[in-house]
Every structure is written in C-alpha cells, then in structure tokens.
C-alpha cells in the first residue's frame, strides 16, 4: 500500500487551512523585496506540497535544499526532478568539502554512531554551516513545521518571529495546522511527486546513515536516530533559545497521525 493509500486523510476544516496557507505563502512572497524569503525544503511530504504550492501560485520565492553528501538514492532523485521541473529556482547548498574531509578523515565515515556529541559535529559540517549560508542575507524562511508533528511543535505558529532579535529573520510555517492527513490529501489531490521512501514506511526521510523504516506501532520518530536516548533526537536546523535552556525543534518534517 502506498503513503498516499495509506495516509490521505483530509479533516474537516481542510479547504479553510489551505486558504490560509495561501494566503501567508502570498503575503511571505510580498512582505520583502525580491529573494529575501526561501523556502527550506528536506524533500519531504511537507515541503513537497508548500513547492508545489508556491509553483501552482505563481509566488517568488525560491527553494533551497541542503544536499549533505548522505542522502539516500531516492531523495537524490526527486531532488534532480524538483529542480527540473520547479518554476520557482531551487539553490542546493552541500558542506565544504574540506571541512567535510577533514572531518571525515579524522572521525571517520559514519562518526554519528559512536557518540551524540560526534553525530551533532556532523549535523553541524553537513547541515547547518550550509544552512547559514543559505539563509544568510535573508529576511525570513519558510518551513515544513506543523503543530501536530511533535510535543515540541505543539504551539508552532503560522508566522514565527522569536527569531528575529538574533537573526533578523522571520520564520513562516504555512503548514501549522494541517493533519498528517491533509498533506497527504493534497499529495493525492494534485499527483504530486514525492519521496518513494515515504511508501516503505519512512515518515521522517533525513540523512541515510540516520534514517530506517519504522514498524508498525513504533512513533514516527522512531527511525530518526533510533541508537540515541529520546531527548537528544535533534539536528539544529530549528532551536529556540529560551533563557538560558536550548529547545530543540527538529529540522525535518514528519508525523503520522495517532
């Protein structure tokens, strides 16, 4: 059974929430000049339907994608296909390549099993130094982040400025209130293509040394990290600063309803 037979599931208040998300994608588009917003996309079901959203809209906002150099096969390829095929212009920011040497040939190929702190080091050299320099310049970006995905994301807002003191930007989450339900509605609804990973029974899709299959039963976060305590799954593309204490909100966009 595929995700789409599996999970496409519009609520009730479907066709009120996509009229929102429309009109925040139309207004994230006009509220800066020219390319000062971006979209931030994993190539999950998430961000697949906010692209095709912006495409179908016709807004100007362009995409970018961070290509690790550890992604699976099947994301690769939709990430090739996306580019082809997006009307608005998809950036695809990777590591430094010395840094990502350097790194690599001092702790190895695949660093992240040995120690939280060593995965964080290679979220950082293959994350989040390419995200700042993606979103450098910017005035906001846009996310997959809905309320249902997490305890943690429980009160995302649609537009998020607690970031702006620190960084200047605005964070816009078009899909806040949508279902796991919904995204995959939409995914039906408009054919749209998307990750073949998420039809074997990959809800979260992240770096493939990273990411498995979850069982049937399992949290949607089971497959991200699973060799790690519950409390440290996290990549720091998306962490508040409250006080003193760091909340971590994680990067990729995945939930299956409960």
Same mark, same amino acid.
Request: charged fraction near 25%; proline fraction near 4%; charge should be neutral.
């Given at each position: ?12 208040? =479907? ?31 998430? +961000? ?11 807004? +100007? ?99 998020? +400025? ?19 339900? +919904? ?17 074997? =029974? =990959? ?16 949290? =949607? ?38």
């Amino acid at each position: 059974m595929s995700a789409v037979d599996l999970n496409a599931k519009a609520s009730a208040t =479907f066709e009120a929430k996509l009229a929102e998300t429309k009109a925040l994608l139309a207004q994230s588009a006009t509220a800066f000049g020219a390319n000062e917003v971006t979209q931030a996309s994993s190539l999950g079901a998430e +961000d697949v339907v906010i692209t095709h959203l912006i495409n179908s809209l016709q807004l +100007d906002l362009p995409i970018f994608v961070l290509e690790t150099g550890k992604l699976h096969a099947e994301t690769l390829q939709l990430l090739e296909q996306t580019t082809q095929s997006s009307r608005a212009p998809v950036t695809v920011y990777r590591p430094n390549a010395e840094a990502v040497i350097t790194f690599v040939k001092r702790e190895g190929e695949e660093p992240m099993y040995k120690s939280i702190a060593l995965r964080k080091a290679c979220c950082h050299v293959r994350k989040i130094e390419p995200l700042n320099r993606a979103l450098a310049g910017k005035k906001g970006w846009i996310t997959g982040l809905r309320r249902e995905q997490s305890g943690a994301r429980a009160e995302v807002p649609l537009t998020d +400025d607690s970031e702006v003191a620190t960084t200047g930007r605005l964070k816009y989450n078009p899909l806040a209130n949508w279902t796991w339900g +919904d995204v995959w509605h939409y995914i039906k609804l408009h054919n749209v293509a998307y990750n073949p990973l998420h039809d074997q =029974f =990959f809800p979260s899709i992240g770096c493939a040394p990273c990411t498995r299959a979850i069982s049937l039963g399992e949290d =949607f976060r089971a497959g991200r990290w699973w060799w790690e305590d519950e409390n440290a799954k996290e990549c720091g593309l998306h962490v508040k600063a409250k006080g003193t204490e760091a909340v971590q909100i994680s990067s990729l966009s995945e939930r299956t309803p409960a």
